[in-house]
């Protein structure tokens, strides 16, 4: 029985993909668009906008591909890069805040289970004010350390806890709206 190593099939990839060889590019993309989506979509909330940021971030991935080099994960090194290029995009779009804001609210539509679903959940992320969503995807879900999020939003890392904090505690009190609004 013969052992591919799988890094390796990726690493040809990779190098054909540099040599600006279009088929490794397209199998590149194919490979791992749905996950850089899929990361996209959790800082922005509107799909097109979202893919508009993917491609943007496989446009930087193809440019900076040279870059790269063997000693990380690869696929840690271009979910870094679309994590950016969203941040990037919001940032462009509209000053971020982190503050207090009121919350105005869920949305009307319910779901008549006694479960709260994925999307449930995805639209509460959604529904948090940007600076403390941002934080919140980064550190509960991509799983950086404050310090990090602090050098890469230019905040203290202080104001990183706190809109982690704050996330927190708004989610808390949507799912706990939701459980209520369920079970009466």
């Known amino acids: 029985m013969k052992v591919v190593d799988i890094n390796q099939d990726l690493f040809s990839i990779i190098d054909l993909s540099v040599r600006q060889d279009r088929m490794a590019q397209k199998q590149l993309f194919n490979r791992f668009s749905p996950r850089l989506l899929s ?21 930087k991935i193809f440019s900076k591909l040279h870059t790269f080099e063997r000693k990380g994960n690869f696929e840690a090194w271009i979910r870094r890069i679309a994590i950016n290029e969203s941040i990037s995009f919001i940032r462009s779009n509209k000053p971020v805040p982190y503050g207090e804001e009121i919350l105005n609210g869920l949305s ?12 449930d959940y995805q639209n509460m992320i959604d529904s948090l004010p940007e600076g403390c969503k941002i934080v919140f995807n980064l550190y509960a879900i991509e799983g950086f350390r404050h310090l990090e999020i602090a050098e890469m939003l230019q905040i203290s890392e202080g104001t990183s806890k706190s809109q982690l904090a704050y ?5 808390q009190n949507m799912i706990n709206q939701e459980n209520k609004t369920y079970n009466g």
């Open 39 to 59: 990361i996209c979509r959790q800082y922005i909330p509107d799909m097109y906008q979202a893919e508009d940021v993917m491609i943007a971030a496989f446009m």
């Open 108 to 119: 009307d539509t319910h779901q008549t289970a006694d479960l709260l679903y994925k999307d």
């Open 167 to 171: 996330a927190r505690r708004l989610l």
